[in-house]
């Protein structure tokens, strides 16, 4: 019979004992304060546990228990005086030994937790944190719940609790009869089995494959359905659609009226730094400002007019706002079904192992978004071979980390090592002063999580078909650094070191010719879209939207999203 798993409190506690006792290893000691360092909310916990066993040590013959102040006072030396019988010098030296060690590790934890209140915005980790992570931001609300089920067979993706009747953002797989559910924005949806569907926001559902009905029961509320090739639009009316094992989309309007479009296929924001040196940095698709930290540098570019270069230094980022995010799930930044972070960087980045780095856990971040555990992020780490967000697992060293939270999984990270094996680069290729061209990629169609440098796939793993992203949120978005919490200051704690150019953010999943494509455009000196992204942005705009009434049918083919008549 197996052990059940530690929780994170009883580890702590069994490590405090062997503390207090004397009989903690280094190794033991080390873990001790990285759980302590990386879990501020389990400290007050560990000095509890301390002070009492610092308490019954020094009092175990009077059977009382001192106060914080009398701890002081039980490990000065005998007094001579005193009538009762001494302890064995051994026994003594033994426990006087035990209670120093634990006061100062109470003393190192208190002025650690102080330091941090005093000198550092709320939420805000000391660099020689190993990594950190925002906890605070509040789950998504309940997006549907079960009207009803007519002999239906079916679960929810990844490790979901036991099927209730409310649900936040997951995956529907229906094997077998019906099953219906009535979204808080105000659509009733009932799927018919066999169907994989993503039940993604409040207005915002994603059929993945089968057959469902929608009816909008507020036409002030228009639901959004999403299949492989396009978005259904419900404009108050009743449809039927289906998505067919060759991934093509058939819409069938009922009553009323549908306005179906062909999903995106540009990215949401692209950051190419080319503004003029007297302009401010915007995004070139939106034109929404950049705000720079006082320790990034505007450099003649990588890729056209303009890069950054940052010098990892707290204060070198660029911050680029939340995209109109307010709870989880919403804003630019939110994506379900994919998304893609693509860069050209030139890393100088410094591992704890080298003796001229600065700190002892030095993460260089080219793109975070940290909405708590539904972050998103790119960046070089530094892995200790431990971490429970890793999937798949890999052994301890640098590596480069993308980190999402999908859907019945909770947030992972893929990290690949960069170790030179299994056509992975080195940290000496990495950082060889060279630009390179770095994708990552999440895929919910597929469920293929990945990693790309210079054009070619590094690294990857494959999760159930139709796991979707949980994203999006309040905190802003940062190229070159992490920033959460009291965002107003620009103090960040993961500051890349090295220049960034050539920034995107796709809200779907580049695959790996396109990937292929922007990398031999990159050494051809050209940006990824050779020049034409202001017309590919207009074209998109302009066209594509077809507008069904009631009685009409159509197909829609599965790349391109366009009309099959």
């Not at 330091?115 to 990594?131: C, G, H, I, L, R």
């Amino acid at each position: 019979m197996t052990e059940p798993k530690q929780t994170l409190s009883e580890q702590i506690l069994e490590l405090a004992d062997a503390q207090c006792s004397g009989t903690i290893t280094e190794s033991e000691m080390e873990m001790l304060e990285r759980l302590l360092t990386d879990h501020p909310e389990c400290r007050q916990e560990y000095l509890d546990y301390v002070f009492l066993h610092v308490s019954l040590t020094g009092v175990a013959t009077s059977g009382e228990l001192l106060s914080v102040e009398a701890i002081e006072k039980s490990i000065l030396p005998c007094d001579t005086s005193r009538t009762t019988s001494p302890k064995p010098l051994h026994l003594w030296f033994t426990q006087t030994l035990c209670i120093l060690v634990c006061l100062f590790s109470i003393g190192f934890f208190l002025f650690f937790s102080k330091d941090e209140q005093a000198n550092v915005p709320p939420q805000v980790v000391d660099k020689t944190s190993q990594y950190y992570f925002d906890e605070n931001t509040t789950p998504p609300e309940e997006v549907a719940t079960l009207s009803e089920t007519v002999q239906a067979t079916w679960e929810l993706l990844g490790k979901h609790p036991a099927i209730t009747k409310h649900f936040q953002p997951g995956t529907v797989k229906l094997t077998s009869g019906n099953v219906a559910f009535a979204f808080s924005g105000g659509a009733d949806i009932s799927l018919v089995s066999p169907a994989l569907f993503g039940i993604e926001r409040k207005n915002h559902g994603t059929l993945f494959s089968g057959t469902l009905s929608a009816h909008l029961t507020d036409p002030q509320s228009p639901f959004t359905l999403e299949t492989p090739s396009v978005e259904v639009i419900d404009l108050g009316t009743e449809y039927e659609v289906t998505v067919n094992e060759a991934f093509e989309t058939f819409v069938h309007v009922l009553d009323g009226q549908v306005k179906v479009k062909p999903r995106r296929r540009l990215p949401r924001f692209y950051w190419n730094f080319d503004q003029r040196e007297e302009s401010p940095l915007t995004d070139t698709i939106s034109g929404n400002a950049i705000r720079i930290g006082k320790n990034t540098k505007r450099i003649p570019g990588l890729i056209g007019e303009g890069a950054v270069r940052f010098n990892n230094k707290p204060d070198a980022s660029l911050l680029l706002g939340n995209g109109g995010g307010i709870e989880v799930g919403t804003g630019d930044y939110s994506a379900s079904t994919g998304v893609t972070l693509e860069a050209l960087v030139i890393s100088e980045w410094q591992t704890p192992n080298e003796p001229q780095t600065k700190y002892p856990f030095d993460y260089d971040e080219i793109f975070r978004k940290e909405d708590g555990n539904y972050r998103i992020l790119l960046s070089f780490q530094n892995d200790d071979g431990a971490s429970q967000t890793q999937i798949p697992d890999v052994e301890r060293g640098p590596c480069l980390s993308f980190g999402l939270f999908l859907s019945g999984m909770g947030y992972n990270e893929l990290d690949m090592p960069l170790d030179g094996k299994e056509g992975r680069p080195s940290l000496e290729e990495i950082r060889d002063g060279k630009p390179h061209h770095i994708v990552a990629t999440y895929n919910g169609w597929t469920g293929i999580k990945a990693i790309y440098v210079d054009g070619k796939l590094c690294m990857s793993h494959r999760f159930p078909v139709g796991t979707m992203i949980i994203s999006g949120g309040r905190t802003p978005a940062v190229i070159g650094n992490l920033i959460s919490g009291n965002f107003e200051s620009l103090v960040g704690r993961e500051p890349f070191n090295g220049v960034i150019d050539e920034v995107a953010f796709y809200g779907f999943a580049l695959d790996a010719a396109t990937v292929a494509q922007h990398y031999a455009r990159v050494q051809q000196g050209k940006d990824y879209f050779d020049g034409q992204l202001n017309n590919f942005v207009m074209q998109e705009k302009e066209g594509g939207n077809v507008l069904l009434n009631k009685g009409e049918k159509m197909k829609f083919a599965a790349e391109t999203g366009e009309p099959i008549f």
